[in-house]
């Protein structure tokens, strides 16, 4: 089992920036996915940003350009730097752990609001 922990979260105007962080813990298998997701109420969870172990970074569109992920593996590690954001950008953030052993983890999630 992996578990996760979020943190980063906040209030920021329109174009701030914001640096979330997840942590993994437990058996970690070394090949793997992280990645951050978003689901603001009455949304469906969308993907933000997934990171392979190899460093292999995938971006939905509309944070393309915007927003950067990257990762610490001896520190069991994923970051999502968040530039120019957005009202549309408001909701909560979620980490996920995924592997092709069937392993599907997510964090609790951690709220990120832009004003304008």
């Known amino acids: 089992q992996v578990q996760l922990v979020e943190s980063g979260g906040g209030l920021v105007q329109a174009g701030g920036s914001l640096r979330l962080s997840c942590t993994a813990s437990?058996?970690?298998?070394?090949?793997?996915?992280m990645g951050w997701y978003r689901q603001a109420p009455g949304k469906q969870r969308e993907l933000v940003a997934t990171i392979s172990s190899g460093g292999r970074a995938n971006y939905a569109d509309s944070v393309k350009g915007r927003f950067t992920i990257s990762r610490d593996n001896a520190k069991n590690t994923v970051y999502l730097q968040m530039n120019s954001l957005e009202p549309e950008d408001t909701s909560i953030y979620y980490c996920?752990?995924?592997?092709?052993?069937?392993?599907?983890?997510w964090g609790q999630g951690t709220q990120v609001t832009v004003s304008s």
């Open positions: 437990g058996s970690i298998f070394s090949i793997n996915y």
């Open positions: 996920n752990y995924w592997t092709y052993r069937g392993e599907d983890t």
